[in-house]
């Protein structure tokens, strides 16, 4: 009992200890990572997926995306938004994804924004026109980054689509797949990316979802030095504009009334140096200016 | 009863190893150890997806690590802590909403670079082409850092 014992112990320090790769019994360790990983894909029922999964996907929606609506060639805007972006990403509960956050915008009048899993955003021309400030601009990527936070698009994919994943890479440990796994794993691929593009553009996330991200939206906004109150002036003025077509932000399940009713009362309390916001305010009209 | 009493004290002694002796993954492209725990400080090393790190303390939202000669900060969002424990890793930056269970475990596998491949092959029309180029379009830490001091926002 004892032997048994002291052997364990000795599997558990030599496997586990930082310096046992340094003796060359990393391998036990790789051994048991292996086994573990096989063991706990095929116990899931509903696959997990991990951040790098989300990064692929993510970038089929978005390659998606751009065959519905053509890429601004505005390099100055891009920049501002891709700035404000990061600026508000900093101060979201998940600042690094695998592939880092990148924007975009679309050259479409429609209001609009969409978060690709992983982290790419598109706001449109017709968005960033909306907004009065470089505040309401940056209330709505930090909705957006907040979707991607919470993984809003992951979720619109079928549990099915993921028992089937499971199927062919829970009994395979290895990085490259035969043919016939490929081919199996780019058809529940496809209908991945038709479930998230269908969510982001068409039927728009759900009442929760919508209430959480601009919940959370304030957070960012208010931890990033922005006015949250900036979120309710913007979704006032696009209540003011009556429900436009297309989907993404102004096709979601709740009224923009009901948006604005679920945040009052939620703002988080900030102070704002009135010469800070003047400052943004001049280079979002300066940007603006540049790009009509 | 002597002998098990031994092998207790043994499991006694060896258990600050197994709790303190703490790795990570990093599970993003790439990212960097920073001299101190904040988003624009001196990058002291960079790392890349997969490198392994040695957890020394945690720091708030950071972690101090060491990787190779170097000692430092990452953010927690850019590692998976992998713990000595049969009961399987823990991730620290993923609270809410999180459905992954092990980016390690996961690694490589299924929607991975030789499925996109597969899909683009297939779907040739698709602007895969304009993705790159908003991913090649970077802004520089630089940039973001003096965008936020020009703008009086809160350094992160």
């Known amino acids: 009992m004892t032997k048994r014992i002291t052997v364990f112990v000795l599997l558990m320090f030599f496997a586990f200890h930082p310096a046992s790769h340094a003796i060359d019994l990393g391998g036990i360790a790789k051994h048991l990572d292996t086994l573990k990983s096989v063991v706990g894909a095929t116990a899931k029922a509903t696959r997990p997926i991990s951040d790098e999964e989300e990064y692929y996907l993510g970038r089929a929606v978005a390659a998606r995306i751009l065959g519905n609506y053509p890429l601004s060639n505005d390099k100055d805007l891009m920049k501002y938004v891709n700035l404000i972006g990061k600026a508000v990403s900093l101060s979201s509960d998940k600042p690094f994804t695998y592939g880092g956050y990148h924007f975009a915008v679309l050259e479409t009048d429609e209001i609009n924004a969409f978060a690709c899993p992983g982290g790419i955003i598109f706001v449109t021309e017709g968005m960033v026109d909306t907004a009065t400030n470089e505040e309401e601009l940056a209330a709505v990527l930090a909705h957006e980054i907040a979707h991607i936070n919470k993984r809003d698009g992951i979720a619109a994919i079928k549990s099915s689509r993921w028992t089937e994943a499971l199927a062919v890479i829970g009994t395979e440990a290895v990085r490259q797949y035969s043919s016939s796994d490929v081919a199996r794993l780019v058809t529940i691929f496809e209908g991945s990316i038709d479930d998230v593009f269908k969510t982001l553009v068409v039927n728009g996330y759900s009442r929760s979802q919508e209430f959480a991200a601009d919940e959370s939206a304030l957070q960012y906004l208010a931890r990033s030095g922005y006015n949250p109150e900036s979120l309710d002036a913007f979704l006032k003025r696009l209540a003011g504009r009556g429900r436009p077509s297309g989907g993404g932000i102004t096709a979601t399940h709740p009224e923009t009334a009901d948006r604005i009713d679920n945040i009052t009362g939620k703002l988080p309390s900030v102070s704002i140096d009135p010469q800070s916001i003047q400052a943004r305010t001049a280079r979002f009209m300066e940007v603006r200016e540049q790009t009509r | ?156």
């Open chain 2, 1 to 156: 009863m002597k002998s098990r009493t031994a092998a207790i004290i043994l499991i006694i002694l060896l258990a600050p190893v197994l709790v303190f002796a703490e790795q990570a993954t990093v599970i993003t492209k790439e990212n960097a150890v920073r001299e101190y725990c904040r988003f624009f400080a001196p990058v002291v090393a960079p790392v890349r997806y997969k490198d392994l790190l040695d957890i020394v303390s945690p720091q708030g939202d950071w972690f101090k690590v060491r990787y190779k000669a170097a000692e430092g900060c990452i953010h927690k969002t850019a590692i998976e802590k992998r713990t000595a424990s049969f009961s399987g890793t823990t991730l620290p930056g993923k609270g809410t909403g999180a459905v992954s269970e092990s980016e390690a475990a996961l690694a490589g596998k299924g929607f991975n670079p030789q499925v996109e491949v597969s899909y683009r092959k297939k779907y040739p029309a698709m602007r895969y082409s304009l993705v790159d180029d908003i991913e090649r379009d970077k802004v520089s830490e630089k940039e973001v850092a003096l965008f936020i001091a020009g703008g009086g926002l809160n350094q992160p």
